[in-house]
């Protein structure tokens, strides 16, 4: 898919989403237009890229590129976060599976133009991920991305991520379920994109469900890759919102949006 294309996808989806979250009409279109028109911001990933490119010779995955010129180019998972940490003002997010820092350099860049909230992060170093998964490398962190995520193991997760936006975030090791356990405070938004097999994802739905406000979202990456978030809302009787990824992957479903207030017999009137 072009760019166009890509752009025009992500357009729908935020309009879209802008009625799932009943909030008023262009509310997360505007932070799009935001983001689009900050070259400087797609410099920096661009910059942060190619050092990685240079030091340590990674040419796959989003390491292909030698510069990002266009917000589209990025998935739409990327774009929906910073539009709505943008709109919410979250004071506290958290955020499983960081890996080289794609979706947590979008979260850090809306809470840094916010002027508020801070960014919890849990994720394990590649070296623990790949002990252990050592006696089955087929479920190695993304197993459909083959080699293009395969990164120098002694990188510490976030290893893109601007010095800069450090302020507002914490990186906690770990195996994240049971860091989230820990956890003392209250999350208005979380984003998961760790473990995303059943049993994994279905355990660190139910942990982080004790962390979340009444009002906060949850946003779930590849939701294709098991049954466990539709398990999830089922259990729960959400109605949540499924996207796309502006055109990658043939437009299968990626992306799963829970508002944890909106439950689905609020989708219906029984009195019809």
């Excluded at 997760?157 to 090791?173: D, E, H, N, S």
């Excluded at 992957?249 to 989708?267: F, T």
Aim: proline share 2%; hydrophobic share 35%; net charge positive.
């Amino acid at each position: 898919m072009n760019l166009k294309e890509s752009r025009n996808c992500n357009i729908y989806n935020l309009q879209k989403c802008e009625n799932y979250l009943s909030i008023k009409k262009s509310s997360l279109l505007k932070y799009l237009s935001e983001i689009e028109e900050d070259k400087f911001f797609i410099n920096e990933i661009s910059n942060q890229i190619n050092f990685i490119r240079k030091k340590y010779g990674y040419k796959k995955g989003i390491f292909r590129k030698t510069k990002i010129t266009n917000i589209h180019e990025f998935s739409f998972l990327r774009i929906l976060i910073y539009c709505i940490v943008r709109h919410f003002k979250p004071s506290n997010i958290l955020e499983t599976g960081v890996y080289y820092g794609g979706n947590t350099i979008f979260l850090l860049k809306a809470l840094s133009k916010n002027k508020k909230g801070k960014l919890i992060a849990i994720d394990l170093p590649d070296k623990q991920i790949r002990k252990k998964f050592k006696n089955n490398l087929k479920k190695y962190r993304h197993p459909s991305v083959l080699d293009t995520e395969d990164y120098n193991q002694d990188l510490m997760p976030g290893f893109i991520i601007p010095q800069k936006y450090y302020g507002r975030y914490k990186l906690k090791i770990g195996e994240a379920t049971s860091e989230i356990k820990k956890i003392k405070l209250k999350f208005d938004l979380y984003l998961h994109d760790s473990d995303h097999s059943y049993s994994y994802l279905l355990g660190e739905l139910n942990a982080a469900e004790k962390k979340l406000s009444k009002k906060s979202l949850i946003i779930v990456d590849d939701i294709d890759w098991s049954n466990a978030f539709y398990a999830h809302v089922c259990k729960k009787k959400y109605f949540p919102m499924i996207f796309s990824d502006n055109g990658k992957d043939n437009l299968r479903s990626r992306i799963g949006l829970i508002k944890k207030n909106h439950k689905l017999s609020d989708s219906f009137n029984y009195t019809k």
